[in-house]
């Protein structure tokens, strides 16, 4: 069973710095996708970044400069270093790892609540 755990969401000054992090766990084929992707009330969820099994970045243009995407330990985890925050980044913030070549899957985990205000 898939399972990912977010961790490292909290309040946060305009200007400051969070890092979140998700473990995944019951993963057993390569070829994977991991990313972010953040929602706030009333609206989709939307791409945060996302990062390849081979190593390929890919960024909101709202973030881009300001997060940095990075994966670790064979794609069991990632992490999203969020600089410069800014109170238009509150949201809740999802993990997610998807493989688009047979088997194909999509999990999300719980979520993590990130604040950004003064």
């Known amino acids: 069973q898939v399972q990912l755990v977010e961790s490292g969401g909290g309040l946060v000054q305009p200007g400051g710095s969070l890092r979140l992090s998700c473990a995944a766990s019951?993963?057993?084929?390569?070829?994977?996708?991991m990313g972010w992707y953040r929602q706030t009330p009333g609206n989709s969820r939307e791409l945060v970044a996302t990062?390849?099994?081979?190593?390929?970045?890919n960024y909101a243009e709202s973030v881009e400069g300001r997060f940095t995407i990075s994966a670790h330990n064979a794609m069991k985890t990632v992490d999203l270093q969020m600089d410069g925050l800014r109170p238009e980044d509150t949201a809740v913030y999802y993990c997610?790892?998807?493989?688009?070549?047979?088997?194909?899957?999509?999990?999300w985990g719980q979520g993590t609540q990130v604040t950004v205000s003064s």
């Open positions: 997610n790892v998807r493989r688009i070549y047979l088997p194909k899957f999509n999990y």
């Open positions: 019951g993963i057993t084929f390569s070829g994977t996708t």
């Open positions: 990062v390849t099994s081979g190593g390929t970045t």
